[in-house]
Nanobody, 117 residues
Framework: QVQLVESGGGLVQAGGSLKLSCAAS????????MGWYRQAPGNNRELVAG???????YYANAVKGRFTISKDKAKNTMYLQMNSLKPEDTAVYYC???????????WGLGTQVTVSS
């Protein structure tokens, strides 16, 4: 069973930065397309960034130019660097496979990101 643990969230001012981490219990980043999702209150969970096993990246329009997804296969860890944060980025952020390309693993608890005005 693969476990995913998100960390790095917090409270920041608009315009600030955070770097999220996603630690996996197994070596999955070499064989799966992965992604970062977020869910704000009242909204559906949405994919905001993805990275294929080969390293190609995808970004939702809402975060393009501000967020950067990356991974360290040796550490079984994926990252999301978030810059120029906006209040509308406030959400719980989760990592998982890119469901467009792979079967989802069990969801972790996510990490809360709150951006104040």
């Amino acid at each position: 069973q693969v476990q995913l643990v998100e960390s790095g969230g917090g409270l920041v001012q608009a315009g600030g930065s955070l770097k999220l981490s996603c630690a996996a219990s197994e070596s999955i980043f070499s064989i799966n397309a992965m992604g970062w999702y977020r869910q704000a209150p009242g909204n559906n969970r949405e994919l905001v960034a993805g990275i294929t096993s080969g390293g190609s990246t995808y970004y939702a329009n809402a975060v393009k130019g501000r967020f950067t997804i990356s991974k360290d296969k040796a550490k079984n860890t994926m990252y999301l660097q978030m810059n120029s944060l906006k209040p509308e980025d406030t959400a719980v952020y989760y990592c998982n496979t890119d469901q467009r390309l792979n079967r989802l693993y069990r969801w972790g608890l996510g990490t809360q990101v709150t951006v104040s005005s």
